[in-house]
Nanobody, 124 residues
């Protein structure tokens, strides 16, 4: 069993930065890939970024490539999402999730555990 708790969301102006954190409990954290997803009002949840079990591989949605960076610290059971050059269209609830296996994946159904989400609002 894995429990995930996100933090670091908030209100920021366009062009600003935020760093999201996701603290995980459970022994499997260091052996599975982690991902960040987001859901804006009236829209489906969408993939943002994924990182492999050891941080050796990452993958990003085109919409955030070059602006967001996913990283992890297995010693701290924590995954991060550094978000730079934020845009109003990045406004959403951001969720971290633990995958079923070690490799990066963009598929929502391949993530078994989810956090409660943290709100990110970018003003224009």
């Amino acid at each position: 069993q894995v429990q995930l708790v996100e933090s670091g969301g908030g209100l920021v102006q366009a062009g600003g930065s935020l760093r999201l954190s996701c603290a995980a409990s459970g022994r499997i954290f260091s052996s599975v890939a982690m991902g960040w997803f987001r859901q804006a009002p009236g829209k489906e949840r969408e993939f943002v970024a994924s990182i492999s079990w050891n941080g050796g591989s990452t993958y990003y949605a085109d919409a955030v490539k070059g602006r967001f960076t996913i990283s992890r610290d297995n010693a701290k059971n924590t995954v991060y999402l550094q978000m730079n050059s934020l845009k109003p269209e990045d406004t959403a609830v951001y969720y971290c999730a633990a995958a079923r296996w070690a490799a990066v994946t963009i598929q929502t159904y391949e993530y078994d555990y989810w956090g409660q989400g943290t709100q990110v609002t970018v003003s224009s």
